[in-house]
């Protein structure tokens, strides 16, 4: 059973930066596509952004240029480093993992596991 845990989640300013983390167990990180998506209260569900299994990065245009996800295979961890965060960035951001594709998509039907989610909260 493949269990994700999100951390690192907090409240910062608009300008500043944080670092979200997403520990997996139960299976390896590097076999999965994984996502990062985020949650507003009253919004639906949406794609933040996503590494594939290979080379390769997909990001949600409003985060393009401001987000990087990022996979570290030995500490079995993928990490979402969000800059320049803004008050609208403010969401619960949870982590997810696509068992059978290998490029990363935005369509959240894909993803077969999430975690629990973290709260980022941005003040203006």
């Known amino acids: 059973q493949v269990q994700l845990v999100e951390s690192g989640g907090g409240l910062v300013q608009a300008g500043d930066s944080l670092k979200l983390s997403c520990a997996v167990s139960g299976d390896s990180v590097s076999a999965y596509v994984m996502g990062w998506f985020r949650q507003a209260p009253g919004k639906e569900r949406e794609f933040v952004a996503g590494?594939?299994?290979?080379?390769?990065?997909l990001y949600a245009d409003a985060v393009k240029g401001r987000f990087t996800i990022s996979r570290d295979n030995a500490k079995n961890t993928v990490y979402l480093q969000m800059n320049a965060l803004k008050f609208e960035d403010t969401a619960a951001y949870y982590c997810?993992?696509?068992?059978?594709?290998?490029?990363?998509?935005?369509?959240?039907?894909?993803?077969?596991?999430w975690g629990q989610g973290t709260q980022v909260t941005v003040s203006s």
């Open positions: 590494i594939s299994t290979g080379p390769g990065e």
């Open positions: 997810a993992a696509d068992r059978d594709s290998r490029l990363a998509t935005m369509i959240l039907l894909n993803y077969d596991y």
